[in-house]
């Protein structure tokens, strides 16, 4: 049984690592980045969202390419001149644990900043599991925001021997780092920014804000009610509506001005085959039928020690039950919608993890071929 729960841990986790490495590739679009720092990022409040994304982005944003650690963290120099590299979609350079996440900057790319053309470092995070205090190892908890302010200290202490040597502090340049968090204090949409700020305890002797206003961290977090705001509109049609891919990309055109790369496009399917909808009320209806099973089994066999094995076998099965049920027919669904949408089966069979062979039968049955 314990083998059966690891099993069940392990394909919950490889279908969290592929949502999040598309939620990625669709946030480095860079019309979304565009929002995203238009809307966050004070530097770029007054310029347009097309001259962000076509003037003041530049190159290419790297994803999950970039480590966080000490003793590399000077390869984001390194990556973000590398004027030939193509964006990278994938985790293998990833620590790709349970507990501890990610340990490489997700979307790391550089920006001008508007009125002074000063480059500015930006880091955008996804928290797509939903925790504002994700588990250590330890089984404890850590705050969110801490590894936040660990990671823009990273990208302003990485900068020596890269963007300076020596003594030459003068040349820092100013790091954001964006977190996009799929749950919401209390429920509601929020977005927080925190910087460094001037306070005057004896006299007003005011130093130049350019030589202290160098971090800046903002969490943007996504509720469960509507609100009138753009980014957060954007980021709800891409992360949490239950509309599928065709209907998602239409109203990105229509109502946002976006039009995803076909590599963006993919990426968007991906999300919507493992996001909100299909795959997780599979997965919750498989945990609620395990807890009731396990809590009925547990009673008969004994309030204490045979609650805690029913439980755990309950669950066990629940979820292995309920979560294949659920993907299963998630994924045929997802794939019926792409054969509609005239994507050729190669495709569909790659974005909706079903076999070839599945995917004609499919078509077959539905007159598509």
């Known amino acids: 049984m314990n083998e059966e729960i690891i099993q069940d841990v392990k394909e919950q986790l490889a279908g969290a690592l592929d949502y999040d490495q598309a939620a990625k ?11 995203i720092l238009k809307r966050t990022v004070p530097e770029f409040e007054s310029a347009s969202l097309d001259d962000i994304a076509n003037i003041y982005i530049e190159g290419t944003p790297e994803v999950s390419t970039v480590p966080v650690s000490k003793d590399k963290t000077n390869a984001v120099r390194h990556a973000l001149e590398r004027q030939d590299t193509p964006k990278i979609k994938g985790a293998q350079n990833e620590d790709n644990s349970i507990t501890e ?12 900043a508007p009125e002074t053309n000063e480059l500015i470092t930006l880091i955008i995070n996804v928290e797509a599991q939903k925790r504002l205090n994700p588990k250590k190892k330890t089984g404890d908890t850590y705050p969110l925001l801490k590894r936040a302010v660990y990671y823009a200290s990273r990208l302003i202490s990485s900068q020596k021997g890269t963007e300076f040597i020596n003594s030459d502090y003068d040349k820092i340049k100013k790091v954001y780092t964006i977190w996009i968090c799929m749950e919401a204090p209390q429920g509601k949409s929020a977005i927080n920014r925190y910087q460094l700020k001037e306070q005057h305890l004896l006299h007003r002797y005011k130093e130049p804000c350019q030589n202290y206003d160098l971090i800046g961290i903002i969490f943007v977090y996504l509720g469960n009610s509507k609100v009138k705001d753009q980014l957060i509109n954007l980021l709800d049609l891409m992360f949490k509506s239950s509309k599928d891919a065709g209907e998602k990309i239409t109203t990105l055109h229509n109502d946002f001005g976006i039009d995803l790369t076909q590599e963006g496009e993919g990426d968007l399917a ?3 085959n493992l996001g909100e909808g299909i795959y997780e009320d599979g997965l919750m209806k498989g945990k609620q039928e395990g807890w009731e099973k396990g809590r009925k089994e547990g009673r008969e066999e004994g309030r204490k020690e045979g609650r805690a094995e029913g439980r755990a076998e309950g669950r066990a099965e629940g979820r292995k039950e309920g979560k294949e049920e659920g993907r299963t027919e998630g994924k045929l669904e997802f794939a019926l919608e792409l054969l509609k949408d005239g994507m050729a089966l190669d495709k569909v069979a790659k974005y909706s993890k079903l076999s070839l062979a599945m995917i004609e039968k499919l078509a077959k049955q539905n007159k598509l071929i």
């Open 25 to 35: 590739g669709v946030l480095s679009q860079k019309k979304v980045l565009a929002y």
């Open 101 to 112: 996440g990610s340990i490489v900057f997700d979307i790391l790319f550089r920006a001008k």
């Open 270 to 272: 991906v999300m919507c």
